[in-house]
């Protein structure tokens, strides 16, 4: 069974920046594709950025030119920088993994970001 474990949301100040880092464990970690997902209060989940098996990229205009998605396979680990963040960044943070970016199926817990001053 594959796990998914978010981290490294919090509070920060409107221009600050975040790293989150999501571990993937129990399976074959070069086999998939991971995206970060984002969703506020009273808002839908919503797509941030993805990151395929064989490391294309793609971000929601939003954050594009803002935010980064890469991937240490050796860790099994995806990431996703977050630069110059916005109050309307403010969500809880979601890791996605499955064969492909269109059909991800296993999910963490997800990681809170707040941005305020």
């Known amino acids: 069974q594959v796990q998914v474990v978010e981290s490294g949301g919090g509070l920060v100040q409107p221009g600050g920046s975040l790293r989150l880092s999501c571990v993937v464990s129990?399976?074959?970690?070069?086999?998939?594709?991971e995206g970060w997902y984002r969703q506020a209060p009273d808002n839908q989940r919503e797509r941030v950025a993805t990151?395929?098996?064989?490391?294309?990229?793609n971000y929601t205009d939003s954050v594009k030119g803002r935010f980064t998605i890469s991937r240490d396979s050796a860790a099994s680990t995806v990431y996703l920088q977050m630069n110059n963040l916005k109050p309307e960044d403010t969500a809880v943070y979601y890791c996605g993994v499955g064969l492909t970016t269109r059909t991800l199926r296993w999910w963490g817990q997800g990681t809170p970001v707040i941005v305020s001053s």
């Open positions: 129990g399976g074959d970690f070069a086999r998939y594709a």
């Open positions: 990151i395929a098996r064989l490391g294309i990229t």
